[in-house]
């Protein structure tokens, strides 16, 4: 089993649409969690932390279930500017102490007009 | 100002060569990475130092050798190129290898390519 587990997509939706993505992980001692969000041919940028709280950044939510193992990321009001590829992240401890980032594969989006 | 920058931005060589990639930040930060993005578009970490002192060594083959001559740069050098090695590397960067909350920022890669 991977560690951090995506649905590759692709997903296809309309503009305006909502989405969301859910990201699995089996560390249960997995320290803190990420969404980063990668364009075409370009680097990984952080979308957003993701907190035990849940939390809202405007038109993204990112919720997070420790009891489950896993993250969500709810885009509302879709823009043709999200498309691209959404990694999930977790961070973990590594064996010498350091934590470490653990990636998902990313799960694709197309948002169309 | 580019935080993380790396060099080259490309990279195509023949199989058996020798090459090295750069990789040097100016966000005071205290820990450096690589990533392997291999075709299918999978982040694997490959190493990470943390003032300059190895953390993380992930079953990556010796014929990749990291060096971090300063906290600020970490080098990678390839011997004997194979075909599998084409990828794009990402160097990466985070504030401390302690505080477990903190993000990535990435370089924008080096698209390596073995012919």
């Known amino acids: 089993r991977k560690e951090v587990e995506q649905d590759p997509g692709p997903f296809n939706v309309p503009e305006g649409a909502t989405v969301a993505f859910n990201c699995t992980y089996s560390n249960s001692a997995s320290q803190s969690f990420f969404w980063y969000r990668q364009d075409c041919r370009k680097e990984p940028k952080l979308l957003m932390s993701?907190?035990?709280s849940g939390n809202e950044d405007g038109r993204f939510t990112a919720q997070l279930n420790r009891a489950s193992q896993y993250i969500s990321l709810l885009i509302r009001d879709s823009k043709l500017s999200d498309s691209a590829t959404y990694l999930c992240a977790v961070n973990i401890i590594g064996n010498t102490g350091g934590f470490k980032t653990i990636f998902g594969a990313g799960t694709r989006l197309f948002v169309k007009a | 100002d580019t935080a993380v920058s790396q060099t080259p931005k490309y990279l195509v060589t023949q199989m058996g060569n020798d090459k090295s990639i750069k990789c040097e930040q100016n966000l005071g930060h205290d820990t450096m990475y690589w990533y392997k993005q291999d075709s299918k578009k999978f982040l694997k970490i490959m190493f990470s130092y943390n003032n300059k002192e190895l953390i993380i060594n992930e079953t990556v083959p010796n014929r990749f050798s990291p060096k971090s001559p300063d906290k600020a740069h970490l080098n990678l050098h390839i011997n004997s190129l194979e075909l599998g090695d084409s990828a794009v590397y990402f160097c990466?960067?985070?504030?401390?290898?302690?505080?477990?909350?903190?993000?990535?920022?990435f370089g924008d890669g080096t698209r390596l390519s073995i012919l």
């Open positions: 990466a960067s985070s504030q401390s290898k302690i505080v477990g909350n903190q993000p990535q920022h």
């Open positions: 993701v907190y035990s």
